[in-house]
């Protein structure tokens, strides 16, 4: 079994005396990408902290690459794009490149590659004054993808982004996992990220409510497949009888079931061709899995 890149066992975090953080636990492997999902306040800022060693542990244990947040090997590990991205306006895109990677001990042959693989080719040789947030944010993960990094830790990372930028920044990402790179990035943008991680972490008020995939929560959320049927003129009564659901503009229903039910609930309505004339499924989303467990704080406080 390949050991994890970043390892948390029971991590605790605190400012004085307010817990920020209790005992978060887990692991992320060479080329998997995990989502950290919360609401503001809810403690992904201050693990990344802690990971990167700016932040004393309360409790428990981080490993990067087997070593101590903080040590010089596990600062080597770790490339860091943060949400608000910074650089010198005078510098143009390639001297900023051409400093991270000496600061680094890169060669600088891969400047060229990694300015392509984020779109600022045409943009290299301007200041990065005249950048746009978006470019500046781009410029930024290429200076987060410099060498081989074996933790690339995304803090929001598309922020900024307009959505055709956000699509090619994760096809950057995947690439870099591709090469064996662990990503863990944090995110509020549901949607976008999906399809786009192997796995998702949801953090609420400081304790990790759940973690894995999203069908493996969407079942042990228990949450509902939708099945949408579309009625031939005149079946929408007979269909609803049988099968239940809910109505909408005459001839359309929409039947909840779950997952275990819901193969042979669509080979049944498949088989209705004299009654049905459209199915569309619609499983769980990572919104409806993201709302399940961060309401389980929200209904323990009633």
């Known amino acids: 079994m390949t050991d994890p890149v970043l ?5 605790s975090l605190a400012y004085g005396r307010t817990r920020a ?29 802690a990971i990167l060693g700016f932040m004393p542990l309360a409790g428990g244990t981080i490993r990067v690459s087997g070593h101590a947040p903080g040590t010089d090997a596990a600062r080597r ?37 990694l300015l392509e693989r984020v779109g600022l080719s045409d943009a290299a040789d301007r200041a990065v004054g005249t950048y746009s947030k978006g470019m500046r944010q781009r410029l930024g993960l290429a ?32 690439e870099a996992a591709g090469r064996g790179s662990a990503v863990l990035l944090s995110s509020h943008g549901l949607d ?22 999203l069908d493996a929560l ?8 939708r099945l949408r049927v579309t009625a031939r003129e005149g079946a929408a009564d007979g269909l609803q ?15 909840d079931c779950t997952a275990d039910a819901k193969l042979d609930l669509v080979a049944r309505l498949g088989a209705e061709a004299g009654r049905v004339t459209d ?10 899995v993201y709302l399940h467990f961060s309401n389980l704080d929200a209904e323990a406080l009633q």
């Open 77 to 113: 590990a770790i490339n860091y794009l943060p949400e608000v991205v910074t650089f010198p306006r005078s510098l143009t895109g390639r001297e900023v490149l051409r400093y991270f990677t000496g600061l680094r001990g890169e060669p600088r042959r891969q400047i060229a590659d």
């Open 241 to 255: 009888a049988e099968y239940g659901g809910r109505r909408f503009n005459g001839c359309r229903l929409d039947i």
């Open 192 to 213: 976008e990220i999906e399809h786009r991680t192997d796995r998702v972490a949801i953090l609420s008020q400081g304790r990790m409510r759940a973690i894995g995939t």
């Open 21 to 49: 953080v209790e005992a978060a636990s887990f692991e992320v492997a060479p080329g998997e990408r995990l989502a950290l999902l919360g609401h503001n306040g809810a403690g992904k800022s201050t693990l990344f902290k």
């Open 218 to 225: 969407a079942r042990e959320a228990n949450l509902p497949t």
């Open 7 to 11: 390892s948390l066992s029971s991590v």
């Open 279 to 288: 199915l569309q499924m619609s499983p769980p989303t990572l919104g409806d």
């Open 143 to 174: 200076q987060a993808l410099i060498g081989a990094p074996r933790l690339l830790l995304l803090d929001e990372p598309t922020s900024g982004l307009d959505p055709v930028s956000r699509h090619d920044f994760y096809g950057v990402i995947a």
